[in-house]
């Protein structure tokens, strides 16, 4: 039986991607899914000359780069350097290079035309509001690529588009005007998921990174806070596992225990009785205090007050306070 395990380390990928080589070569490439899963798998690990290809700067530099340990590779079987996409990510980032050539690194980027958080925020807006999916998720690569913190968009761009929604489905009075809403509504949050899923395959943190935890209480459908939360955390370093809505106290709480969790959030979207989520928080937080670590919590409808007196138990209300917090708490995994 497998094994179900929260995280995927690059000797996993190697691995998968040394049996994914060998069932291609036995079927042959004549498939459609197959050759779209080798090109998914290539584009995990790019040779100097696509990164070359792909940021305009030569190959002979990216290789002295490469021998240097500045830029890190792996060598295949033959002695050819290979490049994975996180490490080409945070290279270029580092560096202040540009992509002018992002489907070599198999994500779309898409420049915004006017400097200046506001405008990107409007802009970012428009686009998802316009159904421009792959403008939309080009965009935020883009701000990401160019020195965003995943953070920051969260706190910026994706939370101003969703409350520009909210704010048009609360103006609606009739119920064809709501049903256009809603299909707005939903759509934004799958452009949304769909972005911010590209943006976390651009990064893998240490296998030596501490781990956090988290998800929404049961009964918060809601998934872009949980999700945004385990992205702004990835992009600062921490390996993980974002268990999403609906997560019971009891789930999160065994999942922490099982991944050695430095670090539990709860994200909270909708009304519940206060009462349950303070003896949730109160499970968790004996828990995480046992093993070291703590608990934070967030999201538009924590009741104030709600935490106080639970120790091990913090409170913030944004991406960028949320990794503030978990820098006083980053100690790798034993
Ligand atoms: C998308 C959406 C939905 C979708 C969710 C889809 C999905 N599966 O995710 C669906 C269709 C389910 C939905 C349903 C409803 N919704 Co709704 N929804 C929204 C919307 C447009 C976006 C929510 C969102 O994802 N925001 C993006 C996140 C990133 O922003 P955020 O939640 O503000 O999170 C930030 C901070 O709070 C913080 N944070 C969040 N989590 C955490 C965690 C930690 C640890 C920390 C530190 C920080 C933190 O950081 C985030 C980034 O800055 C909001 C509008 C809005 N203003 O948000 C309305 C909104 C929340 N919904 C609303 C309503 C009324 C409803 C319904 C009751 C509608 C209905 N009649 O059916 C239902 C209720 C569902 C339920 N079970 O309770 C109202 C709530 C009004 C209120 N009382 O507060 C809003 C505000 C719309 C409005 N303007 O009226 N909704």
């Known amino acids: 039986m497998v094994e179900l395990t929260f995280f995927d380390d690059l000797d996993q990928r190697n691995h998968l991607f040394t049996a994914k080589m060998n069932q291609i070569r036995t079927f042959g490439n004549t498939r459609l899914g197959t050759r779209l899963m080798i090109e998914h798998l290539m584009k995990q690990l790019l040779s100097p000359k696509d990164l070359a290809r ?5 190959e002979s530099s990216l290789k002295r780069w490469a021998d240097s340990g500045r830029l890190e ?42 400097e200046g958080s506001e405008n990107s925020n409007e802009h970012f807006s428009e686009l998802v509001l316009s159904g421009r999916e ?22 910026g761009p994706v939370r101003h588009c969703l409350e520009q929604v909210g704010h048009a489905w609360a103006r609606t009075t009739g119920n064809q005007e709501k ?20 943006l976390r395959r651009m990064v893998q943190s240490p296998e030596t990174a501490p781990v956090a935890i988290g998800g929404a209480p049961s009964g918060d459908p809601y998934l872009v806070p949980s999700l945004c939360a385990a992205l702004s955390l990835l ?10 809505p609906s997560s019971p106290f009891e789930v999160l709480r065994t999942a922490a225990i099982r991944a050695k969790a430095k670090l539990v959030w709860v994200s909270v979207s909708v009304d519940s ?10 499970m968790l937080s004996e828990t995480m ?10 999201g538009r409808r924590l009741p104030d007050e709600l935490t106080r007196g ?25």
């Open 54 to 58: 792909a940021t305009g700067v030569s």
């Open 134 to 155: 792959e403008e939309s998720i080009g965009f935020l690569s883009h701000e990401y690529l160019s020195g965003s913190s995943f953070a920051s968009l969260c706190d």
């Open 273 to 282: 009785p206060d009462a349950n989520l303070r003896q949730g928080l109160e």
């Open 289 to 298: 205090l046992g093993m070291n670590g703590s608990v934070i919590v967030g």
């Open 310 to 334: 639970i120790s091990g138990v913090h409170t913030a209300t944004t991406m960028r306070e949320l990794v503030l917090f978990s820098r006083g708490l980053r100690v790798p995994n034993s």
């Open 179 to 198: 049903n256009t809403r809603i299909a707005e509504e939903h759509r934004a949050v799958d452009i949304i998921l769909q972005a911010l899923q590209q």
């Open 235 to 244: 992009g600062d370093g921490w390996r993980t596992a974002n268990l999403g």
């Open 73 to 114: 590779c792996h060598r295949t079987a033959g002695g050819h350097r290979r490049i994975q996409l996180a490490e080409a990510v945070r290279f270029i980032r580092d560096s202040s290079i540009s992509v002018v050539e992002p489907s070599l690194l198999g994500i779309t980027m898409q420049r915004h035309p006017s």
